[in-house]
């Protein structure tokens, strides 16, 4: 039950939602949406497959800003000495972040993240952070702004069910290249309070190119880093993921 959930998640949705840029004239007060799904298959020597899909969405209207978005990847590949399928990924995202901005470029936030990955053994994590944020650079091509506050994580990895506080700090960065191409990267570190060996890092870049007016060709890395994974699992796990979208 628990996979086929799984299954129906990474057909409709994927991470990676990508970060829009400042208010525009022609987009304020609007839902700006997008979904995106890839698909990478192999056959012949190797047997594999690779599922990718996303939705995200946000406004900015007034003082208030508001994104949200939901991923999942599914994997498998096969082995050809005894026929075994063996998943090689399965991760469920989702994150909501809210922001009201006290003058042009300073705001405060409240964001919550939802994570489940198989694969790396964690069952879920949730991350509850509120904040404040500043805008160095906010214009309808460009923006760059960093974000600090307090967390809190409940997690269960490998059965261990625990939650505790941690530090957040994030910076993310948008570079509208022309009417029809677009990059972006983010950062974020979170280092539990109490144990600062016991850190998380998340990170993307990536880049998009319209091909229609409704559709576009969208390729990033994530990198997650976990400095104490479960036991028997690595602490790194990085993606890189192509995919079409479809803007709504």
């Known amino acids: 039950m628990k996979r086929n959930i799984h299954v129906i998640a990474f057909a409709t949705i994927l991470a990676g939602a990508l970060p829009l840029l400042a208010a525009d004239p022609e987009t304020e007060g609007k839902w700006i949406s997008s979904a995106a799904l890839g698909l990478t298959l192999t056959r012949g020597n190797s047997e594999t497959a690779l599922a990718t899909g996303n939705v995200a969405t946000s406004k900015k209207w007034d003082q208030n800003e508001i994104s949200l978005g939901a991923s999942a990847t599914y994997g ?145 890395v994530q990198d997650t880093y976990d400095n104490e994974p479960a036991p028997g699992r690595r602490s790194n796990d990085v993606k890189w993921v192509t995919a079409i979208a479809y803007k709504f």
Request: glycine residues 6%; proline residues 3%.
């Open 76 to 220: 498998e590949s096969k082995n050809q000495d005894d026929g075994k399928t063996e998943k090689t990924t399965e991760t469920v995202h989702a994150f909501g972040q809210y922001n009201r901005l006290f003058n042009d470029r300073l705001f405060g936030y409240g964001r919550i993240d939802a994570l489940h990955d198989d694969v790396a053994d964690i069952y879920y994590r949730f991350t509850f952070s509120p904040g404040v944020g500043y805008y160095f650079i906010k214009n309808p091509r460009m923006d760059l702004s960093a974000e600090v506050g307090p967390a809190f994580i409940y997690e269960n990895v490998a059965g261990d069910e625990r939650g505790y506080f941690t530090l957040r700090v994030a910076e993310r960065f948008n570079y509208k290249i022309n009417d029809r191409a677009r990059i972006w990267q983010s950062a974020e570190f979170l280092p539990q309070v109490d144990d600062w060996n016991n850190y998380i890092i998340n990170a993307e870049l990536g880049i998009e190119s319209d091909l229609t007016e409704k559709l576009s060709l969208r390729s990033f």
